[in-house]
């Protein structure tokens, strides 16, 4: 699974600008290691992003919350006693806790090191806490776009195009997953190794070898798709699937229910959504 | 919040500490004591106990039992120590016939000073009050009890403090100094 979905943080559904900012400012690099899942500089800005929000007076659902498990999934381990990382909730600073002190009228019995590192523990605590109670069926996309096993390449992709999404999954009749398929597949199969990106399809046809759209329209959904899928159940927390996916590097998974079949699919883009919009449509 | 809810509290005891942190706190309070009392047996006799003072124990909870404390740092203890004990000797020099209203006096205007100058440490109102209820050897010293034993006690302690919570790599002090 991992390898096949280098397409960036699955803006498969129309996300806001403010996002799409990111995306142009900072390419998502997937090996980043303390933030797998946005490069640290993003944040800060989606942190500012959330102020805004909350600033702006709308009302924010707590899961929303969990847009900072995607900046940070490692984030406990990352976050030493004293030393704190970029993905800090706020670059809060000595000055800031002493000003804060001084409004308070009574004697405070806490030196402003003792509360920075107390309030990051608490930050991290309540987001973990937050995000546990959220269930991925509460921020997945139910209407989804899927593909047959024995669907035609050409039919996937025109699918793809079509709905402007950079994946899909494969069900059988009974519509339960199988594969996922994704654009990166294609471009595989193009080139014919691995982790091929446009640039070497360009040059591989502009040196007129191995050119080939041929493989793409002989074979099906079944050949260019990867298996096993990951999926995930649709009681399962958000914390939970957003540390899967970072530690997977995947994108997007299905979502099943009970008895395996699909009930909906869960992205980055979808988690982000929600984080930016405040839930609402 | 009314009134009466006001005395229900709002929250909960903070956490336990560790073990290891209740056997630094007991062995650096001892250390600490130790070297206000062997300086004590050393120089001043064994039977007079004219270097230590009940507060120095007081004292000690804080520079060893919570020494990330706010009031635990040299600033609020040398500070708090010298300037309630001068504090507690003057007004015992002014209400010396009214001893109930001298300590009252003694250990309020301790808490406001110290305030003031930013440099509160609870047992620094014990110095205070010490003035007033410490007998005739203490009454004897005058303005020299701020200095001794008050200021010689709190560098012992001080000294102690430091070597000891910086030894270890789980402890150090202070937060700050001014």
Known sequence: MSGTEQTNTAFDHPASDSVKGHKRKTPNRRSHEACTWLPESNCDILLRERLLILDSGQRLPHQNIVTTLLKCPNRSKKMADTSFNACAPVQISDDDIFTAMSEISGYLDITSSDFKELYLKAYEHALSRLTRTVKVKEVMTTRVITAKIDSSLENVAGLMAENHISGLPVVDEKGKPLGIISERDFLEVMVGKKSAGLMEIIVQCLGGRNCLMAPVRVKSAKDLMTMPVIIVGGDDSVDDVSNLFASKGINRAPVVDGEGRMIGIVSRGDLMRAFVTGGQE | ?178
């Open chain 2, 1 to 178: 919040m009314n009134y009466f809810e006001k005395m229900k509290g709002v929250s909960k005891s903070p956490p336990a500490v560790s073990n290891l942190e209740v056997i630094l706190s007991w062995f650096g309070a001892f250390l600490g004591m130790a070297g206000i009392g062997l300086i004590n047996y050393l120089y001043m006799g064994s039977q007079e106990n004219s270097l230590m003072i009940a507060s120095f124990g007081a004292s000690a909870v804080l520079l060893f039992g919570a020494p990330k404390s706010p009031l635990a740092q040299p600033r609020n203890f040398v500070g708090g120590h010298i300037l309630a004990a001068f504090i507690g000797v003057a007004i015992g020099k002014v209400f010396v016939t009214q001893p109930w209203f001298a300590a009252s006096l003694a250990v309020s205007t301790a808490i406001a000073v110290m305030h003031l100058t930013r440099t509160l440490h609870p047992p620094a109102g014990a110095t205070a009050l010490n003035a007033i209820i410490g007998g005739t050897k203490v009454h004897q010293l005058g303005f020299a009890y701020p200095l001794f034993p008050v200021a010689v006690g709190v560098f012992i302690l001080l000294a102690v403090a430091l070597i000891f919570n910086n030894a270890l790599k789980n402890r150090r002090y202070p937060e700050f100094w001014l």
